[in-house]
């Protein structure tokens, strides 16, 4: 695969601040599996993060985070629920399990916390859809599923295997898994912002475009 996957356009009309407290949360991440020659124990691991409000838009972060991400081999998530500082930081205070220090948010990303996304707005979840089981037959049925169930999307993602699915989180997760078992539901996860060509350039993609999960030959 020889570009990027670039998702700012795509993206940012979904960025949509309403008061100065306002922001939404981007992290740029370092993968294992976007890495073939680590010795890094995690599967992943965050490097930076981004607060993006009204007086810090993304535009002006986002060429240093793509020349950031291309010379170092990591991906930038950005989390299309948007977020309220003052109760951020009163829930972080009052979380025992949550660390605070001088106002920072720390593992904003974590799956079992999604109160702390919620803030009175409405919340985005996604459906993680690979390659291994994209088609027109999967899209279909599952286009038709959310449909007929009344599931609102709000638009598809790119990633580097196959895409997500930005719903509003209106979906019976307990039925949608027992139709669907390969495909993941993400409650409150960030989603794919930029992919550098320096990761996307290691996999090959088949005749239809779809991404394989094992490194190119000779890739070190």
Same mark, same amino acid.
């Given at each position: ?58 535009? +002006?972060? &986002? /060429? ?9 081999? $990591? #991906?930038?998530?950005?989390?299309? *629920? ?36 919620? +803030?009175? &707005? /409405? ?9 291994? $089981? #994209?088609?027109?037959?999967?899209? *279909? ?39 669907? /078992? ?39």
């Amino acid at each position: 695969m020889d570009q990027p996957i670039d998702n700012y356009a795509l993206l940012k009309p979904f960025i949509r601040t309403t008061s100065m407290f306002d922001f939404y949360h981007v992290q740029v991440i370092s993968r294992n599996k976007d890495l073939p020659d680590t010795e890094q124990e995690n599967s992943s691991y965050p490097i930076m993060s981004f607060y993006i409000r009204d007086d810090f838009p993304l535009d +002006m972060y &986002y /060429p240093f985070i793509k020349e950031f991400c291309e010379e170092h081999r $990591v #991906r930038a998530y950005i989390n299309l *629920n948007k977020m309220f500082m003052p109760e951020v930081r009163a829930r972080l205070w009052d979380a025992e399990k949550w660390a605070y220090y001088d106002a920072e948010i720390k593992d904003l990303s974590r799956s079992d916390a999604p109160e702390f996304y919620r +803030m009175g &707005y /409405p919340a985005v979840w996604h459906l993680d859809v690979d390659g291994h $089981v #994209r088609g027109d037959e999967y899209d *279909n049925a599952v286009t038709e599923y959310l449909r007929v169930h009344g599931v609102y999307e709000i638009l598809r993602v790119p990633t580097l295997h196959g895409f997500h699915i930005c719903i509003y989180p209106t979906l019976d997760i307990e039925d949608f898994n027992e139709k669907f /078992p390969l495909t993941i539901v993400h409650q409150m996860h960030p989603t794919i912002l930029y992919i550098p060509r320096s990761i996307t350039s290691l996999f090959d993609a088949d005749e239809n475009g779809v991404v394989g999960y094992e490194f190119k030959e000779g890739v070190q």
